[in-house]
């Protein structure tokens, strides 16, 4: 008994120690788990998500993160608008000119100019005609005081000798004829009168010297005034030209829409749709310029023949001439025989004057084997071999 008691003194001891060691851990701040657990805050989803966290004790603070940068969305530049790809035709080299080339002679106003200019593009190709545009920008037939066309169309045509004469006059004539006694207003009937003088003794000059003469009408303008105006003059245009000799040329369709308005843009002589006419609604832009000639150009290539050809030769070009084909030597030439030329209405042409039919078809002595089935029932033995054929059936059954 006296041996026990040391020992449990000494287990007592060592439990006190023991509880006082915790005591002093507890003392100096170890806390225990379960009490770090609660006194550290819980983490929630939106933490968990952008790691946004509370500091783990007072006296030290989170170390928060950078902020993100917003990504701005790229911005693609906007790609133009498709525009309509237009195929130009490619342009034949100009040829060079003849010496004996034929001249195309141009005279007129603002608008005879453009027509030059699209004329010049219409016979590149043709060696044997010339342009000369011979056009006054604000000239017409009633200021003959600021520009007198008679006289100078003379002088021209004995320098140039034109084997053709384009004339485009009329949009600068609205206007009051002043001089030789006459103080007429535009749009009156004697106005009217006396500009058809005008045109008649202007296109004599030409026609008097027997060369031929175009007169192109005036297009449809962007002023409805304008407009009326050259419907007008085109009729007294037409009818002189009949009445000289000269030829007319209608353009008015071909700078109108399907309802007859004034156009802007329309087709090319390519069918590709472009701008014809400017901004004022007066002028023409070069596709304009050159449609103009495209209904010019087919009477006067037509009135020139062979000559405005764009493969007109000539024997002082230096191009050999073809060799001339012979027969090769040694062989006879073949005798042609003449056959007389047959009248579909001859009735010797069937052999005979009587008709087909009229004679009965030659009859044969012996039988036809459809006559032997018919009127006696006779019918031929099958070829040997073939499957109704009964001889060889016959043979075998024996």
């Given at each position: 008994m006296m041996i026990e008691r040391p020992a449990r003194a000494t287990m007592a001891s060592l439990r006190i120690i023991f509880a006082a060691f915790i005591a002093a851990?507890?003392?100096?701040?170890?806390?225990?788990?379960?009490?770090?657990?609660?006194?550290?805050?819980?983490?929630?989803?939106l933490d968990m998500l952008f790691g946004t966290r509370e500091p783990?004790?007072?006296?030290?603070p989170a170390e928060q993160p950078p902020?993100?940068?917003?990504?701005?969305?790229?911005?693609?530049?906007?790609?133009?608008?498709?525009?309509?790809?237009?195929?130009?035709?490619?342009?034949?080299?100009?040829?060079?000119?003849?010496?004996?080339?034929?001249?195309?002679?141009?005279?007129?106003?603002?608008?005879?100019?453009?027509?030059?200019?699209?004329?010049?593009?219409?016979?590149?190709?043709?060696?044997?005609?010339?342009?000369?545009?011979?056009?006054?920008?604000?000239?017409?037939?009633?200021?003959?005081?600021?520009?007198?066309?008679?006289?100078?169309?003379?002088?021209?045509?004995?320098?140039?000798?034109?084997?053709?004469?384009?004339?485009?006059?009329?949009?600068?004539?609205?206007?009051?004829?002043?001089?030789?006694?006459?103080?007429?207003?535009?749009?009156?009937?004697?106005?009217f009168l006396a500009y058809e003088e005008r045109v008649q003794q202007f296109a004599k000059l030409i026609t008097n010297r027997r060369i031929p003469l175009l007169w192109v009408g005036l297009p449809p303008f962007g002023s409805d005034q304008l407009t009326a105006s050259a419907v007008k003059l085109n009729h007294l245009y037409q009818s002189q030209m009949a009445a000289v000799g000269g030829e007319y040329v209608d353009?008015?369709?071909?700078?109108?829409?399907?309802?007859?308005?004034?156009?802007?843009?329309?087709?090319?002589?390519?069918?590709?749709?472009?701008?014809?006419?400017?901004?004022?609604?007066?002028?023409?832009?070069?596709?304009?310029k050159r449609k103009i000639a495209f209904y010019v150009e087919k009477p006067a290539r037509r009135l020139l023949g062979n000559q405005a050809s764009p493969d007109i030769t000539r024997l002082d070009t230096g191009s050999p001439l073809p060799a001339q084909q012979t027969s090769l030597p040694g062989t006879e030439p073949e005798k042609v025989t003449s056959i007389p030329p047959m009248n579909l209405s001859d009735p010797e042409l069937d052999g005979g004057a009587q008709l087909l039919g009229s004679v009965p078809a030659p009859t044969s002595p012996a039988a036809s084997p459809r006559d032997l089935l018919v009127d006696k029932g006779q019918m031929a033995p099958a070829p040997a071999g073939r499957v109704d054929d009964y001889r060889l059936q016959g043979s075998v059954a024996r």
């Open positions: 851990v507890i003392a100096f701040g170890c806390l225990s788990p379960a009490a770090e657990a609660q006194e550290r805050p819980r983490r929630n989803l783990d004790y007072p006296d030290q902020p993100r940068r917003k990504s701005q969305p790229r911005k693609r530049p906007t790609p133009p608008p498709r525009q309509p790809v237009v195929v130009q035709p490619e342009t034949p080299p100009a040829a060079e000119k003849l010496q004996d080339a034929k001249t195309i002679l141009v005279v007129g106003d603002f608008l005879a100019s453009g027509l030059g200019t699209g004329l010049e593009d219409a016979f590149s190709t043709s060696p044997g005609v010339v342009i000369q545009a011979r056009g006054n920008v604000a000239s017409g037939l009633v200021r003959q005081d600021y520009y007198n066309w008679p006289q100078q169309l003379s002088g021209m045509m004995d320098q140039m000798k034109p084997a053709m004469v384009v004339v485009m006059l009329g949009a600068n004539d609205r206007q009051p004829i002043i001089g030789s006694g006459l103080n007429e207003k535009y749009g009156t009937d004697p106005w353009i008015w369709d071909g700078f109108t829409d399907q309802s007859g308005e004034f156009v802007v843009t329309g087709s090319d002589i390519n069918g590709q749709q472009v701008r014809l006419r400017t901004a004022d609604g007066v002028n023409m832009t070069a596709a304009g």
